[in-house]
């Protein structure tokens, strides 16, 4: 029986390949065979992991995008998403759809239902020739399994680690193509500025370009040095 999900779980607006920058190499080399994968799908398996922040949900929902765009249906399932009726049932039939992707997936390891679940969703979308995507935050040589058939399906899964950018010109990369796909261009003064004033964090940064999208609009200026120091000395209007 396929259980359908009451509740549609939207896609964030910057959650693209294109906004998608990496460092090492050797991640670059995975994240090509993932998109090959989606593009020319065999029943290919990923599980992504790292820390909180390093951009699996990012990749998740990019592929659920790239995927739609295609013409093609997809599922995405953020288990730490605590409002949603996620039950093992809910994994029954997925395998019908050319992309599922489960994020932040390491709660239902240990539980049996929900690792016969699993199990089954892996073998028969490879069966279907699908794609799916696991994340979590932990690599999968650290769970505690609690049954052989999860065990044995984890065979065919490319694991993945993802890491923080730690170089400023990719994190000056990233916010740049974030801000193309927001409508304006970030020069590389007002990047190095935003990280000398607040961090080298990715997410804090984007949490900061966004509210300088914002402001563009309302003053409909360009996002030069001097309008960012403006804007962003100004004091908080609070209502």
């Not at 995507?133 to 049954?147: K, Q, S, Y």
């Amino acid at each position: 029986m396929f259980v359908q999900l009451p509740l549609k779980i939207g896609l964030r607006d910057d959650a693209c390949f294109e906004t998608f920058v990496t460092e090492k190499e050797s991640l670059a080399l995975a994240f090509n065979g993932l998109q090959s994968a989606l593009t020319q799908p065999g029943g290919s398996a990923f599980y992504l992991y790292g820390e909180t922040g390093v951009g699996k949900t990012h990749l998740l929902q990019a592929s659920c995008r790239f995927i739609t765009e295609q013409g093609q249906a997809s599922v995405y399932l953020p288990f730490e998403d605590h409002s949603l009726p996620l039950i093992p049932d809910v994994l029954t039939g997925l395998e019908q759809m050319p992309l599922v992707c489960l994020d932040d997936m390491n709660g239902m390891i240990g539980q049996a239902k929900w690792e016969v679940a699993l199990a089954n969703l892996i073998t028969k979308s490879s069966v279907q020739g699908h794609t799916l995507i696991l994340t979590g935050a932990v690599p999968m040589n650290d769970w505690d399994i609690a049954t052989t058939d999860l065990a044995k399906s984890l065979m065919t899964v490319l694991p993945i680690e993802m890491q923080a950018l730690v170089e400023k010109e990719e994190i000056i990369l990233a916010l740049q193509r974030h801000s193309k796909r927001l409508g304006f261009e970030l020069p590389n003064d007002v990047g190095n500025y935003l990280i000398k004033q607040f961090s080298m964090d990715l997410q804090e940064l984007l949490a900061v370009l966004k509210l300088l999208e914002q402001a563009t609009l309302v003053e409909k200026r360009r996002l030069t040095l001097p309008f960012v120091k403006e804007t962003l000395n100004k004091p908080l209007n609070i209502l």
